[in-house]
Structures are given as C-alpha cells and as structure tokens.
C-alpha cells in the first residue's frame, strides 16, 4: 500500500555529509511515523532517526550529527547526515509505521549504500 524509495547515498570521506530522501507513494504521508534505521554487515539493524508529527527522535551515537525532517508537499523524508564516520558505513532504509503507531514497522524500502572513507 505504501511504497518507499530510498536515495542520496553514496561514498563520502570522513567528515564530510550526505543527505538521504525517501519518497513515498501510495498513501496519505503525514498520519505515518516516518524513521531511518541502517544495516552494516555482519551486524544487526539498528534504529538512527524518527519523526512523528514535529516529534524527533536519534539513537545516541548520531544525535548531534543527523538531522531526520519531512516535507508533505513532496512526500518525503529526509535524514541529513553530517560529520560522518567510517562506523556510519551502512545500507540505510527508511520505514514507515501506521497508525497507531506500535513501532513494528509496516513498510520498508530497498536501502541505500553509504560508505564512509577513513
């Protein structure tokens, strides 16, 4: 019902920032907790950002660094990510959880590949 298309990664040397969009289609965007979570291999998918109406929330290792936003005119949201680190080196997905918003998100997109240079 929703669909989710993830883009902006890319290799960036350390210190440097990336901005990641995911595009949603298919349903009304802003009844949705909007988040970003990140997969490195070998490890297990960890949370990094979510918003809610104007509510943010960041797992502590990025808080500080990125920076989870949404515009509904475009259906999309955003994870700004700033002084990077070789440890962000990870797919990132973003994923959206419906009403009533019970954190077992719903729907997920492809990932997107961010490398990180030391």
């Known amino acids: 019902q929703v669909q989710l298309v993830e883009s902006g990664g890319g290799l960036v040397q350390s210190g440097g920032s990336l901005r990641l969009s995911c595009a949603a289609s298919?349903?009304?965007?802003?009844?949705?907790?909007m988040a970003w979570f990140r997969q490195a291999p070998g490890k297990e998918r960890e949370f990094v950002a979510a918003?809610?109406?104007?509510?943010?929330n960041y797992a502590n290792n990025v808080k500080g660094r990125f920076t989870i936003s949404s515009d509904n005119t475009k259906n999309t949201v955003y994870l700004q990510m700033n002084s990077l680190k070789p440890e962000d080196t990870a797919v990132y997905y973003c994923?959206?959880?419906?009403?009533?918003?019970?954190?077992?998100?719903?729907?997920w997109g492809q990932g997107t590949q961010v490398t990180v240079s030391s």
């Open positions: 298919g349903a009304s965007f802003s009844s949705y907790a």
């Open positions: 918003i809610k109406w104007s509510i943010t």
């Open positions: 994923a959206a959880d419906k009403p009533a918003w019970d954190s077992k998100y719903d729907y």
